[in-house]
Nanobody, 128 residues
Framework: QVQLVESGGGLVQAGGSLRLACAAS????????MGWFRQAPGKEREFVVG???????YYADSVKGRFTISRDNAKNMVYLQMNSLKPEDTAVYYC??????????????????????WGQGTQVTVSS
């Protein structure tokens, strides 16, 4: 069982930055792939970025060049550095974790079904 707790959300002006953090419980964290998803009001949840246990990443086109995911396995932490924020980035951001035995690429990280554990979410609001 893995528990995930997000932090770092808040209100920021367009063009600003925020760093989200996700604290994970569990001794096997280093073997999990981790991801960030977001859901804006009235919209479906969408993939933002994922990172596998080896550090391989996969980004949604909408955030490439602006967001960076990282993980610290020693601390059981995953981070999302968000730069050049836009009003359309406003959403509740969720941290998620999962495990897969084999993979040939990192594209599976974009699939919500690949994640078994989800946090409660943290609100990010970007004002124009």
């Amino acid at each position: 069982q893995v528990q995930l707790v997000e932090s770092g959300g808040g209100l920021v002006q367009a063009g600003g930055s925020l760093r989200l953090a996700c604290a994970a419980s569990g001794r096997t964290f280093s073997s999990y792939h981790m991801g960030w998803f977001r859901q804006a009001p009235g919209k479906e949840r969408e993939f933002v970025v994922g990172i596998n246990w080896r550090g391989g990443t996969y980004y949604a086109d909408s955030v490439k060049g602006r967001f960076t995911i990282s993980r610290d396995n020693a601390k059981n932490m995953v981070y999302l550095q968000m730069n050049s924020l836009k009003p359309e980035d406003t959403a509740v951001y969720y941290c998620a974790g999962g495990w897969r035995a084999y993979y040939s690429s990192t594209s599976y990280l974009a699939q919500g079904d690949e994640y078994s554990y989800w946090g409660q979410g943290t609100q990010v609001t970007v004002s124009s």
